[in-house]
């Protein structure tokens, strides 16, 4: 049997990772979303820190073949030292998504879309100023377009309105990049690109593109074809279910959801 690919994140975000990661992975997948403690990108470094070690001690009972953040909160804050407690690879969002960006960008005019947490802790603008130290950044926090996505608004008025509001606040920048640096963003992806269509000089990054050759590059190819999905929860099941359910495609797999006990993990609650 193949081992399986772990994903995180806080909640439903990292949907947008898998979907795109089910079109050319085929091994079994265990995602974990700790939606009982998320928004994330509310918490502290500490909290975030404390609760995706404790997500990744659950995936790794699992002898996965590597582990996704598939989080940018959860990159930020915890990715060092995942890589240092497990002996599996970790991949994390953000330094590939901030390659991608810059080559995307031709004037160096980069505005991100992220978490509370996320834009604080000024971490897209070091590893973007990393790859090339020209570019300029403008961050908007979106908090509340990721509790909405989570609640399942990731196609309708709700997210259309938010989205507009955050474009509203940095619309006096003139960037040519726009990175979607929260998971839960790019399930609202339609929405995004009805306000940037093809032409509109607006380049939009959804972080999955580039994790996918990172996974890819670090992932040993399945020997057999095996996409069963196990999705664990940490809050309610049928709700994370209900969006898994509209937002991926699982026809055809073997999927089951179940709750996993925040009480039974170890260290902080
Ligand atoms: N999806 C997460 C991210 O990429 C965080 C959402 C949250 O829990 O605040 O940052």
Redesign the pocket.
């Known amino acids: 049997m193949n081992r399986p690919i772990g994903f995180f ?3 439903v ?2 949907f947008s990772v898998l979907r795109r990661a089910m079109e050319t992975m085929h091994r079994p997948v265990t995602y974990i979303g ?1 939606t009982k403690r ?6 502290t470094p500490q909290e975030v820190e404390t609760f995706t070690l404790q997500c990744l001690h659950e995936l790794e009972k699992q002898n996965p073949v590597a582990a996704v953040i ?7 804050f915890a990715l060092q030292r995942a890589r240092e407690t497990f002996s599996f690879p970790v991949i994390g ?1 953000i330094d590939p998504a901030c390659r991608y960006a810059v080559r995307a960008s031709r004037t160096k005019k980069i505005a991100l879309l ?5 834009v604080l802790s000024g971490s897209y603008q070091k590893a973007l100023e990393a790859v090339d130290p020209s570019v300029e950044v403008l961050s908007c926090e979106t ?1 509340d377009l ?2 909405a996505i ?1 609640h399942g608004h990731f196609d309708d008025d709700t997210a259309e309105k938010l989205i507009s509001r955050y474009l509203d606040q940095i619309a006096s920048f003139p960037y040519d990049t726009l990175i979607l ?5 790019p399930l609202a992806l339609p929405i995004f690109r009805k306000f940037f269509p093809a032409g509109s000089g607006v380049t939009l990054v959804d972080p999955a593109e580039p994790m996918l050759d990172e996974i890819a590059r670090i992932v040993p190819k399945a020997s057999t074809e095996e996409g069963s999905i196990e999705f664990l929860a940490t809050g309610d099941v049928a709700a994370f279910q209900q969006v898994a359910e509209r937002f991926l495609d699982l026809s055809g797999r073997q999927v089951n959801f179940k709750q996993l006990n925040v009480e039974s993990m170890g260290g902080m609650k």
Request: net charge negative; with cysteine.
């Open positions: 994140d806080s909640g975000g990292g700790d998320m928004p994330y990108g509310l918490r598939a989080c940018n909160t959860a990159t930020v969002v992220a978490t509370r947490a996320t908090s990721v509790v989570e640096g929260c998971t839960h963003l």
